[in-house]
Nanobody
C-alpha cells in the first residue's frame, strides 16, 4: 500500500501564497497519477488539481486555474501544490491522492491512496 503524508498548510492572509507538499512513503515504483483535493465542512470533496504520472500534463478546477500550480519531483516521491493569490474561499482541508490508474482525474473515487490532510486557512 502507498502511504502519503501532506505538509505545508497553515494560515495566510488573502492574496498570499502557500506551497503544499505530499511525500510518498513506502514508494513502490509505478506510473502513479496524483491529485490534490480539498474539503470544507458541509460540502463534498472537490478536486483541485491533477497531474499525469510523468508530470507533463496537468488539470485544474476552474476555481483555482491560473492561481495554483501542481508539480511533482522527478523521482516521483514528492508532489507539490503552489497556491498563489489565495482567497478566503480557498480555506479547506487539502488532501493528496494517488493511484496507478487515474490520468488527470479530479474525482475522489478514482483514487485509492490518500494522505491525512493539511489545513489551509485564508483570512481577509
Amino acid at each position: 500500500q502507498v502511504h502519503l503524508v501532506e505538509s505545508g498548510g497553515g494560515s495566510v492572509q488573502a492574496g498570499g501564497s502557500l506551497r503544499l507538499s505530499c511525500r510518498v512513503s513506502r514508494y513502490d515504483y509505478g506510473d502513479y497519477g496524483m491529485a490534490w483535493f480539498r474539503q470544507v465542512p458541509g460540502k463534498e470533496r472537490e478536486g483541485v488539481a491533477a497531474i499525469s504520472p510523468i508530470g507533463r500534463t496537468t488539470a485544474y478546477a476552474d476555481s483555482v486555474n491560473d492561481r495554483f500550480t501542481i508539480s511533482r519531483a522527478g523521482d516521483k516521491v514528492t508532489l507539490y501544490l503552489q497556491m498563489n493569490s489565495l482567497k478566503p474561499e480557498d480555506t479547506a482541508m487539502y488532501y493528496c491522492a494517488a493511484d496507478v490508474r487515474p490520468f488527470l482525474s479530479l474525482r475522489a473515487p478514482d483514487y485509492r491512496y490518500w494522505g491525512q490532510g493539511t489545513q489551509v486557512t485564508v483570512s481577509s
